[in-house]
């Protein structure tokens, strides 16, 4: 008691403490499992439980693919094998994996084609995912759409270069104009697009023959192949669509601001089975008698709208969440609307996004199975369809099912873990 | 201190007629009238919400005014976007937050924009960026991020930042008001060293400390009004107005 009474209370230190060790939390696997398992006898009994359950499903799993048959023809010469036993017939897969992958119209002598396509989206997609990878390559992510449309539908090669050709013009008349007014700008970069597309029929249309590939019409297209080119194309155009969106629903000029909003909510409040519904039949309706106006772009202008209209109202929350000081700072050193846009808002909202973005694109690549509604023959399309309508396959349901699952799945959690690893590398400290 | 206050010229910097603002029907700013000379150092106080920042937002068109005539090194502020962006370039803005762009290193927060309105080349523009870093002396920091600086040294670095465009006039929005008192004093040296070289400044601010150091003159705002100016000397010792006097005796009273 005295003692403590007598310490002065001034203190001066005058050895500085040296850094010590993180204490080590875990040591070796017993005492994590002790720790993580068996801790308290409620948790001990959840451990048990839970191990139990995944033991029938293993077990009832296992035979199933343990016995599982792959060479046969048909479901009942599969039965024959299996004499009762549990099985599953995975020979359905072995036997109809082109259709699954390609539909069952594309000719099987050109597979060869979409499969390029495939790989070589990967060699553009990498330069638009990875930062670190050289700028140059995005020459590549440049020219693959046009590149993959050849190898997909085939025809002359002059067609899509003409395509290019026509953006390209729009796009120079386009920087040309911006100078006097951005209004200016779009139409004569539109109308400059438009002339040129008109004016290469008169190109294309002799020279049908010029480097053509045996041209493969729309409506051949199915399978898994159908859903890809769905997913790639409606995820690549909605994002800039709807970012432009949601820069415009917070614009000043009042008609775009409008025009936005309207867009947004409507397309918000409709379901896209009907828009599908509309692409399929309705729209035929509107567009002068004779036009060959292709039911896949139908279909991916309906589902570039719908997720359009989400991904606008996720980066809406993204930029509201930017302190209004982001814009001020930029424009009080001289930046204008687009540069301030492009360099300080946008990187920060859509990093903000990147999560809600990310949910949208993998719930749009999903949805593109709702094509089987309007009779398409995508991957579900062709199992509901000609897979198991067929007489050799009635009946094989498990199989099939898990086959597409295993098709969507590892796609779906590639980009959730792409996502969250963009999200580390664009982490840059606490605000 | 004497020398530097003889920098200042006849030349006119940025002259205010009759300027009224409001916020819908809020009549934030009456009849500003307000010459400033080239080299000139303004203090603006004021009790809060009486339009000092609101007024010195309207010199780089963050604000639009709604009456009046603002020019800003001979350019007329318009609704015009090119006159805007011309402004803009040519005065400096440092926020009350900093507002530093938190996703770009600050070496790049610096370069942004010599890079993108100068059109400077990227080299150059590093080097410039370097020097004014380090005469806010924090060049160590260059590589890392907003977030990963103190209050003060990012005060310091949205000094630079605007520097960087070799702007000809500064305006400063409260900058110490966010840091603690430790931190003013750097921030504060940094914005004499740069009145001394002839800067054109108008400061918003409450350290009255800085005020008699460097201000050629005070002015004291209040309800939207410039109630008061003069020379710091007489602002301080001999204030005219009544509420200049409450004011002062508030601020100065402890
Ligand atoms: N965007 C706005 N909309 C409506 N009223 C506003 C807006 N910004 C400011 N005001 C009002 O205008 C008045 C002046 O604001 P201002 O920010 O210029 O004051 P201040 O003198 O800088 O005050 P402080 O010392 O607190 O920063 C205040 O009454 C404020 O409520
Ligand atoms: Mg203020």
Redesign the interface.
Known sequence: MSDTNTTPVAFVRDAMLPEQAAPITAAGPLAWIKKNLFDGWFNSILTIVAIYFIYLIVSGAFPWFYNGVWTTDSLAECREILQGKTGGCFSVLTERWPQLLFGFKYPSEEYWRPTIAFFALFVAVAPVLFNKLPRKLLIVTAIFPFAAFWLIWGGSILVPIMVAVGLIVGYVVFTRLVYQSSAMGMIGGLVATVAVWMLSGYITDPLSGFLALEPVPSRDMGGFMLNFILGVTCVSLSLPLGILLALGRQSDMLIIKWICVVFIEFIRGVPLITLLFVANVVLGYFLPPGTNFDLILRVIIMITMFSAAYIAEVVRGGLAAL?K??A?????????YA?SMR??IL??AL?ISIPGIVNVAVGLFKDTVLVSVISMFDLVGMIRGPILASTEWNGVYWELWLAAVLFFFPICYGISQYSQWLERQ?A???? | MAEAKLQVSDEIAISIENMNKWYGTFHVLRDIDLTVNRGERIVICGPSGSGKSTLIRCI?A?EEHQQGRIEVDGTVLSSD?KNI?KI??E???C?Q?F?????LSILENCT??PI??RKTPKKEAEELAMYFLEKVKIPEQADK????LSGGQQQRV?IA??LC?QPRIMLFDEPTSALDPEMIKEVLDTMIELAEEGMTMLCVTHEMGFARQVANRVIFMDQGQIVEQNEPEAFFNNPQSERTQLFLSQILGH
């Not at chain 1, 930029?330 to 930046?335: K, V």
């Not at chain 2, 507002?99 to 996703?103: A, G, K, V």
């Open positions: 302190p000081g982001q001020e700072a930029a424009g009080s050193l001289g930046l204008d540069q360099l300080i990187p920060q990093k664009l840059t400290g606490h605000r | 780089n963050l976007i962006d803009r370039s005065v400096g803005m926020f937050h507002n530093l762009f938190p996703h942004l924009a993108w309105v991020y907003p977030g990963q949205a930042r605007s465009m």
